[in-house]
Nanobody, 124 residues
Framework: QVQLVESGGGLVQAGGSLMLSCAAS????????MGWFRQAPGKEREFVAR????????YYANSVKGRFTISRDNAKNTVYLQMNSLKPEDTAVYYC?????????????????WGQGTQVTVSS
């Protein structure tokens, strides 16, 4: 069983920054692709970013490319999402997720374990 716990959400003004963290337990963390997703009220959950097990390969949604950075520290079993230049449209609940297949994919249904989510609110 895998447990994922996100933290770091909050309220920030447009143009500001936040860093989200996701602590994992229960599996050999470095074996797995990790992803960040978000879900705004009334909208479907959408892909934000993913990172390979080694951390060497990353991929971003076009909407966040150049503003968000995903990283991981395998020694700490933690994945991060640094969010800069935040916009009101970034407001959502942010979730981290783990893909046991190790194949880098973007659909929420491809990920096997999820955290409880952390709220990010960007005011204009």
């Amino acid at each position: 069983q895998v447990q994922l716990v996100e933290s770091g959400g909050g309220l920030v003004q447009a143009g500001g920054s936040l860093m989200l963290s996701c602590a994992a337990s229960g599996r050999t963390f470095s074996n797995y692709v990790m992803g960040w997703f978000r879900q705004a009220p009334g909208k479907e959950r959408e892909f934000v970013a993913r990172i390979s097990g080694s951390g060497g390969v990353t991929y971003y949604a076009n909407s966040v490319k150049g503003r968000f950075t995903i990283s991981r520290d395998n020694a700490k079993n933690t994945v991060y999402l640094q969010m800069n230049s935040l916009k009101p449209e970034d407001t959502a609940v942010y979730y981290c997720a783990l893909d046991v297949t190790g194949i880098s994919r973007v659909a929420p249904s491809d990920y096997d374990y999820w955290g409880q989510g952390t709220q990010v609110t960007v005011s204009s």
